[in-house]
């Protein structure tokens, strides 16, 4: 995706996101699953741009770009 930054999700945690389209469009939120990270929904992206929706992806904490705290045991899904 082309634009994105990082979210400070508090506890030492950023959470990274990249947004690709209209800002006035409407949003869709793609959240990818365990193990995974934004960058498994890189085929439905062009897709959903060219419906004219704007199109918001996300790192869970401990995936892809996103960081994770060194306490594990605050670690659950």
Request: glycine share 14%.
């Amino acid at each position: 995706m082309k634009g994105g930054g990082y979210f400070n999700a508090g506890n030492g945690v950023n959470l990274y996101y990249s947004s690709e389209g209209p800002d006035e469009a409407i949003s869709v939120l793609l959240l990818h699953g365990w193990t995974c990270d934004q960058n498994d929904w890189a085929f439905h992206i062009p897709f959903l741009l060219s419906l004219g929706f704007r199109v918001i992806g996300m790192d869970y904490r401990g995936h892809g770009h996103s960081s994770v705290t060194d306490n594990v045991t605050k670690f659950d899904p």
